[in-house]
């Protein structure tokens, strides 16, 4: 394939250049299971700005299904205390995302045939990304289609 060729194929769509956003950068809310009444509900990270920078001190549980309303500095078991809305099989493993961010990021790399990594001008290649830590199931070219399906039977219970 020449580089006209080459550029015919990349699009919008089929291109995911990697933005070094790890895990993390996907906590700042959870849509989890309500124990209660089954709906879907938020945990979030309040932000607290404390001298130069932000912490998350506090997460507030927020169900408005049945109005059960938590807050915690600390909320551990999520996934398990509180499961995950957004979760499905997929090519025999667990697709799973925190919330709608998340699961965008997700399509827009499975979807793509033509990936870029992160490169730091500091520290060079990194590899603590989400991209780079993602299954390898998840990055296999025949699981594409299945993995798409399943993104569009979550997007669809938001
Ligand atoms: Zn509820």
Redesign the pocket.
């Known amino acids: 394939m020449n580089y006209t060729e080459l550029s015919k194929e990349v699009s919008y769509d089929n291109f995911f250049k990697d933005d070094g956003r790890d895990i993390y950068d996907f906590q700042n809310k959870f849509l989890v299971k ?1 124990k ?4 879907c ?1 938020t945990i979030i990270a309040i932000p607290k700005y404390e001298g130069s920078y932000f912490v998350y001190k506090e997460r507030r549980f927020l ?1 408005t ?4 309303i938590e807050i915690k500095s600390v909320m551990n078991g999520i996934g398990s205390k509180y499961p995950l809305w957004l979760e499905t099989n997929c090519c025999g493993h667990k697709l799973w995302v925190y919330n709608l961010e998340h699961l965008n990021y997700i399509e827009s790399f499975v979807r793509a045939n033509i990936r870029e990594n992160y490169y730091d001008e500091r520290i060079g290649w990194k590899n603590q990304s989400l991209a780079s830590r993602l299954p390898k199931w998840m990055k296999k070219s025949s699981n594409r289609e299945a993995i798409l399906r399943s993104i569009g039977i979550l997007k669809r219970r938001i």
């Open positions: 309500c209660i009444c089954g709906n509900a169900c299904g049945c109005g059960k």
